[in-house]
């Protein structure tokens, strides 16, 4: 891979890669997204197919700054950020930005685990980027976008400023809310429970049983009365052994890890969603591992797929049959099923190296490291182990009712039961309760054995009865853990977004977490039933559920984006009452509210002309006030628009500050406000810093071209040349202030050279402007000489199919159709069109009538020596030489090509031997 470069979205990965790579690739990070909607309007053209405005971020613009001077020099570039819809998005929006102004080739790449073979097998198959994918992503922020820009301004006014709505986070507060009310709301049933200790003769050891079942049904004991009663009924009998049991048990491994399984068992570590995804992250991206160097330690960690790669499978299966033993390898490896809506392109969350066990590589980690990966790890060399294999034993005592007894006595039947492990299987590595992060400890597990070994029939006595009052209890309030899987089970939020949600309804204070558990705060409360009360449909589980199913069919490429927007948008416009506006919420009431402050006398400030446009702040605002009286809803630009001329006169508004408090778009004023004053400090025009006075250099060598007739537009490929549209572009940016670059100017140049027979004086223009040095038409190349070989390009039959490198399409027939009917037009080519009709020549000479005789009358190639002709073997594999091309320059290469790449370009260089 020389000369490339290879894009990824950390400092860590790009160390990482690097290493695998080589020096020679260059390897950069982009931090993230480069490109976002904006932070001050909705950035979403609704009425236009919902097109999302892109802006470079903070960090962005400092970013693509560095990245397209690298792309600059780059052969190709290889967009490797991660594999799920937000790295897909990633990369569409750096090839977006860095895709102009270079030839290199762009490929994507894609891998789960950062080690060398998984790399370096990426790179050896590039693909494309996956537009689906990029358009659930972009579905997804469109959403998100236009719920949480038109529902957060109704709670600022109903419930507190600042407050803000989310599509999916308003969900999980919701979920937090409702469990919380429904623990407040409890009320405790009382019960009881009766456990008896039973002697026998042989044995020294008493038999504890629980109360199982009370006259053939389960037992319901609701208060002490009752509970005494029974006692006494207990006192007076006697007992025997009813039955014993013995049941063989299997427990089959957990499935490895996921991202919302991953959560919920790092609880047990005390680790919040949030930090689990932080570590997991940097497991993922590399660890220095001493003499490997820097080593990613798993795979993806946003997952929900259960999948595990059949060599990684293999590989477990044979560190298992090593470290363990045979019987702990199954007969079959273990395969799990995955939810329906998981990506089965995906893994699962495991070891890239089964062989790397904890302790290897523990002195590298830091301890919230190591007990992560030690987790990962042992989940998944667990998964693929055998079942454990167990013995459920139990022992039934009943009541004995005496012979002749009057009493109506009760049955009563006692049941004590223990699980015995013959066989520890996978639990051998892993046995963690994701739920509660309890395993059976030592003592417990003794203690469970222990049942006597008694024949059925064998009589006891009642040695000792405990009542245990107790009360039902309510669910219990959720832990970031719990509440993942609740989100997960419900279908709501995907795996690169559980931490986010959980962290973010803790972040804006609508919950906080108290030894360990969320509980929802008054303002969440607040927040929760505002929406729940106005906005119950939009924020229902299983509607946002859907929601999802919807976005992951977009990425199947079964839905189209925009469709599934307009139909979400059209029940959202019912929920909020009517057309949404189209920023924060520029109502009419907002607009009229803002608009009142200015004061019908406004000394407005004279119209200034730049270039071709003249600004009038008077004729503007009337324009404004114009579309309200009409009716007519404000756009995101025209709310922006306004707030700007509201800060640009804000010395002559004297409520503004109240206003802009009211309708909460104090902090946008007052920004504005900074804006302009830093501006007219630094001596530039604070309406538009960026323009000036038109550059007269500029405009002459513009003028040029102002009569000219230019040709009618043409399409080459799926590109559109439009000289006219282009000149016209030029002239208008010119003519606002804006210095032209030097690649326009160039352009500007290279257009006048091409438009040369319409330029009286040309001469005169070419000495003025610095023209000799462009490539213009060679005067050598005239008319005459030039038809000969548009005739032989009309003499080709059979052109190649196109065909397609990178985002270019190449089609031979549309570009000799293309030359064909300028030299018609013009009666004249290029020097690069003259040379690249010779190269196509050369390459369609065998469809050409006596090629030969003809190419050295007009300069052509002659045709390359068929195999037979040159005679010649392959010095590295012994196949056959022939003639070959590439990018219109000939070679010789193998017929084995790909597998030998032998090449030359001289043939008197392969030894006689090689013949």
Request: aromatic residues 8%; proline residues 6%; neutral net charge.
């Amino acid at each position: 891979m020389p000369n490339s470069l290879v894009i990824v979205e950390s400092p860590t990965k790009a160390r990482t890669l690097t290493r695998f790579l080589g020096s020679d690739v260059k390897v950069m990070a982009s931090m993230g997204h480069v490109r976002d909607l904006p932070e001050s309007s909705l950035g979403v053209d609704i009425h236009n197919r919902f097109t999302p405005i892109y802006v470079l971020t903070g960090g962005g613009k400092k970013v693509i700054g560095q990245l397209k001077r690298e792309v600059r020099k780059a052969d190709a570039v290889y967009l490797a950020t991660d594999p799920d819809r937000e790295g897909e998005a990633i990369a569409w929006h750096l090839y977006e930005e860095l895709k102009r102004g270079t030839k290199a080739a762009f490929h994507r790449v894609t891998f789960h685990e950062i080690t060398r073979n998984a790399i370096l097998r990426a790179f050896e198959h590039p693909s494309e980027l996956d537009l689906h994918k990029i358009d659930a992503q972009q579905a997804r922020r469109v959403l998100d976008r236009i719920v949480g820009y038109q529902v957060s301004p109704m709670l600022w006014k109903a419930v507190q400023k600042g407050t803000s709505a989310g599509r999916v986070q308003s969900v999980a507060l919701r979920l937090v809310c409702e469990r919380q009310r429904e623990i407040d709301g409890f009320t405790p049933v009382e019960y009881w429970n009766m456990i008896a200790k039973f002697g026998f003769a042989d044995c020294e050891e008493l038999l504890t049983a629980k109360l199982y079942q009370l006259d053939g049904k389960k037992p319901k004991i609701g208060d002490g009365d009752t509970a005494n009663t029974l006692a006494e009924d207990l006192g007076s009998g006697t007992f025997r052994v009813a039955d014993v049991g013995r049941k063989p048990r299997s427990r089959r491994a957990p499935p490895p890890f996921i991202t919302s399984t991953l959560q919920q068992a790092a609880g047990s570590l005390r680790m919040s969603t949030s930090q689990t995804m932080r570590i997991a992250q940097q497991l993922y991206e590399g660890i220095e591992a001493g003499s490997e160097g820097a080593v990613g330690l798993i795979t993806y960690m946003r997952t929900d797929s259960v999948a595990v790669a059949k060599e990684a499978q293999a590989a477990a299966r044979e560190f298992i049959g090593s470290a363990f033993g045979p019987d702990y390898v199954p007969p079959k490896p273990n395969v799990y099923r995955s939810r329906g809506t998981a990506q089965e392109a995906h893994e699962a969350i495991r070891p890239t190296d089964v062989t790397r066990t904890p302790e290897k590589v523990e002195k590298y980690l830091s301890p919230q490291q190591s007990r992560l990966y030690r987790l990962i790890w042992n989940r998944f060399v667990a998964s693929q182990m055998s079942p454990a294999r167990m013995i459920e034993h139990t022992i039934d005592v009943e009541s004995v009712r005496p012979a002749g007894s009057l009493r109506p006595e009760h049955h009563f039947l006692f049941r004590a039961s223990a699980t015995t492990t013959t066989f520890p299987g996978f639990l051998k590595v892993y046995d963690v309760k994701e739920e509660t992060g309890k395993a059976m400890t030592e003592e417990e597990a003794a203690v469970a054995s222990s049942l006597p070994e008694l024949d059925k029939g064998t009589g006891c006595a009642l040695a000792e009865l405990e009542k245990q009052q107790k009360f039902t209890e309510p669910p219990p309030q959720f832990s970031e853990a719990t509440l993942v899987r609740e989100l997960e089970q419900n279908g709501v939020g995907r795996p690169s977004t559980y931490a986010t949600i959980v962290n973010t309804i803790q972040q804006r204070k609508y919950a906080v977490k108290e030894r360990g558990k969320l509980a929802p705060t008054p303002l969440g409360y607040s927040v929760n039933d505002y929406l729940t009360e106005n906005l119950d449909d939009l924020f229902k589980v299983d509607f946002t559920a859907r929601m999802e199913k919807k976005l992951d069919s977009v990425e199947e490429g079964d839905v189209e984006w925009t469709a599934m927007l307009d139909a979400f948008y059209a029940e959202f416009v019912k929920w909020v009452g009517g057309v949404p506006a189209t920023v924060g919420a520029p109502t009419e009431e907002r607009v009229r509210a803002l608009m009142a402050t200015f004061p019908e006398d406004l000394d407005w400030a004279p119209p200034v002309k730049r270039g071709r446009r003249t600004y009038d702040d008077a004729k503007f605002f009337a324009s404004l006030r114009k579309q309200v009286d009409d009716g007519k809803p404000f756009s995101d630009r025209q709310w922006q628009a306004l707030l700007a001329l509201a800060a640009r006169y804000a010395d002559k508004i004297g409520n503004l500050d109240e206003v802009a408090d009211e309708l909460n778009v104090r902090d946008a004023v007052d920004a504005l406000i900074r804006k302009r004053k830093e501006a007219e400090e630094k001596g530039r025009s604070p309406d538009n810093a960026k323009s000036s006075a038109p550059d007269p250099r500029d405009i002459a060598l513009l003028d040029v071209l102002k009569d000219i007739e230019f040709e009618p537009p043409t399409r080459r490929g799926k590109r559109r040349y439009d000289d006219k549209e282009f000149y016209l572009s030029l002239r208008g940016q010119a003519e606002e202030g804006k210095k032209l670059s030097d690649a326009q100017l160039n352009a500007a140049r290279r257009l006048i050279g091409k438009y040369e027979g319409q330029i009286g004086n040309f001469a005169d223009v070419a000495a003025k402007f610095g023209l000799e040095p462009l490539e213009r038409k060679a005067a050598s190349s005239s008319a005459d000489e030039i038809k000969p070989l548009v005739d032989m390009l009309g003499e080709v039959r059979t052109w190649q199919p196109p065909r397609k490198t990178g985002r270019r399409t190449y089609d031979d027939a549309e570009f000799a159709q293309s030359v064909t009917d300028q030299f018609r037009a013009r009666n004249g080519l290029s020097d690069r069109q003259v040379a690249a009709i010779k190269r196509m020549l050369v390459k369609y000479h065998e469809q050409i009538p006596g090629y030969g005789e003809r190419a050295g009358a007009l300069g052509l190639a002659p045709p390359p020596p068929t195999a037979a002709e040159i005679n010649q073997k392959c010095p590295d594999c012994g196949g056959a030489i022939v003639a070959r091309s590439a990018r219109g320059r000939q070679f010789f290469g193998c017929t084995n090509f790909p597998k030998c790449r032998f090449t030359t370009r001289d043939l008197a260089s392969l030894s006689s031997s090689s013949e």
